[in-house]
């Protein structure tokens, strides 16, 4: 039998030298060597007799290790949002993996781990400067971009539907034909979509937006209401303010049940937008409520006043609440929403009869998961470690980084800092909040622009489209970014880039 004793202390050890590392000295990606060996070195059969944890062990440090990025690791990363795991939020994610907990079913009597899911949501909406009392139901989930998506548009399906139901109800005369008793539907949970659409007359759910993220039209795929349900009402195509005639328009349209979802900083500018029911998308806008309310903050606050009137709230953690892969949130007003849509009937072995009562309700109830790994543990452990001074200081950091560089893009004569409206010192100081959107001026220079930054392993950005031209975009989330440091540090490795480029091009 193959040896499956724990792995060696030295594992550990590796583990700590590797996170103790400087950020500064750490390459971004791997080499190309290792990566080919690291792939070559896959087992590519199942063992009949294992090759116990001390070869394991080895393969994983030797092999898999070096070939990931340090996408968490790193304060040079800015792909797509990306935070790193405090110091805090690593030891909790240690003792989750070590105990295993299956956060799912509120069992007080047994262990605390739902307890601490409640504590840690309650600590969040008070990080966020939200009225705890007012928003009494709130669960982690796997991630705001699929998971929270989900769960808002079903909150909004059920609110909207189920309340066209019911107006119905109050005025007719007449019942529908249908083989259900009309009297008898009364929420989609229950009876469906398409028989309570028919019972309420209406022919769609439209969902209201603007500059949507990709994630909500996958979300409205999952819930039934389709990609194609998702409309625009911007100004423009490129703005991120809503046609406030026209959304007006479309709700009073009587064939239609309407959701209202608000992106609370829209993902390639990081820029905020100042009879339905409203969902706020906010992966990382949310965090700027921390933000002092200084002069040179006032723009992006202004950008999250009224949240408290949404009637649900999605957002990620491990983005700039810096905890690990994978941790969304989502808050609702209404209490016992979720559970309409997710609750798990007729489960008898989920019945714990004489067990302790309070008001904590069980997780599988009020998400798409019935065995939930217990991620609120680093949530709690980062948020009590630092609490609201530190993650004040920690986003301002990561503004104070975003705007440095952002003003070496709008001087330098090679490059445009996107929109255009911010293409200032003024518009800097005002709007940039931790993202960084620009493109260089001459096309052959901008279609290599990130491949080019990204090959140097010193920084890493993401490659976008700006008004159908390719953009490089830079996200500010990890914990670890120091403004003046991480900004020379991104100058350089563009300088760099843009003098190779010059060379090449025999341009002086």
Same mark, same amino acid.
């Given at each position: ?83 790193? &795991?405090?110091?805090?939020? %690593?030891?909790?994610?240690?003792? !989750? @993996?070590?105990?295993? #907990?299956?956060? /799912?079913?509120? *069992? ?113 795929? &999952?819930?039934?209401?389709? %990609?194609?349900?998702?409309?625009? !009402? @911007?100004?423009?195509? #490129?703005?991120? /303010?809503?046609? *406030? ?125 019935? @065995? ?137």
């Amino acid at each position: 039998m193959a040896d499956t004793r724990v792995p060696p202390r030295r594992t550990q050890e590796q583990t700590l030298d590797i996170i103790s590392e400087s950020s500064n000295e750490r390459s971004i990606l791997p080499n190309t060597a290792n990566l080919e060996r690291a792939h070559s070195s896959l087992v590519g059969s199942l063992p009949d007799k294992g090759l116990g944890i001390e070869w394991t062990t080895n393969h994983l440090w030797q092999d898999i290790v070096p070939a990931l990025n340090g996408q968490s690791l790193s304060s040079n990363y800015y792909g797509f949002v990306t935070g790193g &795991v405090t110091p805090a939020a %690593r030891v909790g994610e240690n003792i !989750v @993996s070590a105990f295993d #907990q299956n956060a /799912a079913v509120h *069992l007080p009597d047994q262990t605390v781990a739902t307890s601490v899911e409640d504590s840690a949501l309650k600590l969040l909406l008070d990080l966020l400067n939200f009225d705890i009392a007012a928003w009494p139901t709130r669960t982690l989930t796997t991630g705001r971009a699929t998971a929270s998506n989900i769960l808002g548009l079903a909150c909004g399906r059920e609110y909207t539907v189920n309340e066209a139901v019911r107006r119905k109800r109050q005025r007719a005369s007449r019942p529908t034909g249908l083989d259900i008793e009309e009297s008898n539907v009364e929420t989609v949970g229950e009876h469906g979509l398409l028989t309570a659409c028919q019972v309420a007359g209406i022919n769609n759910v439209q969902i209201l937006t603007t500059m949507p993220h990709s994630s909500l039209r996958k979300a409205a795929s &999952v819930v039934g209401l389709g %990609r194609s349900c998702v409309r625009e !009402v @911007s100004l423009s195509s #490129q703005s991120i /303010a809503f046609d *406030l005639d026209r959304l007006e328009e479309e709700l009073k349209n009587p064939a239609s049940a309407s959701i209202v979802v608000i992106s609370c900083a829209e993902v390639n500018t990081g820029l905020f937008a100042t009879g339905s029911y409203d969902d706020v998308h906010a992966a990382f806008g949310l965090f700027a409520r921390l933000l002092d309310r200084k002069p040179e903050f006032h723009a992006i606050h202004r950008g999250t006043e009224g949240l408290e009137v949404a009637d649900s709230i999605a957002g990620d953690s491990h983005k700039l609440l810096n905890v690990p892969y994978d941790c969304g949130f989502f808050f609702s007003r209404h209490s016992g929403r979720l559970q309409e849509v997710f609750q798990n009937p007729n489960a008898s072995y989920l019945n714990f009869d004489g067990m302790k009562r309070d008001t904590v309700e069980s997780p599988l109830n009020m998400g798409l998961e019935n @065995s939930r790994r217990f991620r609120a543990l680093p949530v709690y452990a980062t948020l009590i470690s630092y609490g609201r001074h530190g993650y004040r200081e920690m986003i301002e950091r990561q503004v104070m980084f975003a705007r440095k560089v952002a003003l070496f893009f709008s001087q330098n004569p090679h490059f445009d800092l996107l929109p255009e409206l911010i293409n200032n010192s003024a518009g800097i100081d005002q709007y940039i909040y931790i993202v960084v959107l620009f493109r260089a001026k001459d096309d052959n220079l901008n279609t290599m622009l990130v491949s080019s930054i990204n090959k140097t392993s010193r920084a890493y950005v993401s490659g976008t489209t700006w008004q159908g031209r390719p953009a490089c975009r830079i996200a500010a989330a990890n914990w670890q970014i120091e403004p003046a440091r991480d900004a020379e540090k991104v100058v350089r490795v563009v300088e760099d880039v843009l003098k190779d480029w010059k060379q090449n091009q025999n341009i002086n």
